[in-house]
């Protein structure tokens, strides 16, 4: 089982070197599945926009609602996720060789989003890495069996790690 994660501190860090990761893997012919994050600000809210692209050319889709200026909730539309969820699944199928998740947030530490397309992944020996934030960590080493290795949010760090076969690779005892 071949998985990591990582962590940038600033606001949409993550999402960037997710995307950057993402894009130099294809091109040097890696096959990727999955999705990054595109947040867009927004003139008439301190909160972006959200949207997701499937990777590797799929379609952009917004993730985030909108909810007013002064809505305190989660933003996050679990249908259009879902949706997400299901056209990058397609990519498993079509020999995708890494699979990146722009996050585990809080829909997939309660149990859902892409909880079942990342444990798919790993059960056919496709590494897979995940972007995620200290909210949430927790609750993506529990799903993990502690198995994640922490990658340092540094592009050629992530890239040397989905390269090199058996790095950081952890067997689970049956």
Request: aromatic share 4%; net charge negative.
């Amino acid at each position: 089982m071949k998985i990591a994660y990582t962590m940038a501190s600033g606001r949409g860090d993550t999402d960037l070197l997710l995307a950057e990761v993402a894009k130099d893997l294809q091109a040097q012919g890696i096959k990727t599945c999955g999705t990054v994050q595109i947040n867009t600000d927004r003139a008439d809210s301190h909160r972006c926009d959200m949207d997701v692209q499937v990777l590797p050319d799929g379609p952009i889709i917004r993730i985030s609602q909108s909810l007013g200026k002064e809505a305190r909730g989660c933003r996050l539309d679990p249908s259009a996720l879902e949706t997400a969820i299901a056209m990058a699944s397609t990519g498993l199928d079509n020999g995708a060789e890494v699979l990146i998740v722009n996050k585990f947030g809080k829909h997939e530490a309660e149990g859902r989003g892409f909880r079942d397309l990342i444990a798919e992944a790993l059960a056919l020996g496709i590494p897979v890495l995940v972007g995620t934030n200290a909210m949430n960590r927790a609750a993506f080493e529990e799903f993990t069996g502690g198995a994640a290795v922490a990658l340092p949010p540094v592009a050629s760090q992530l890239l040397s790690w989905v390269w090199t076969p058996g790095l950081n690779e952890v067997e689970l005892a049956s």
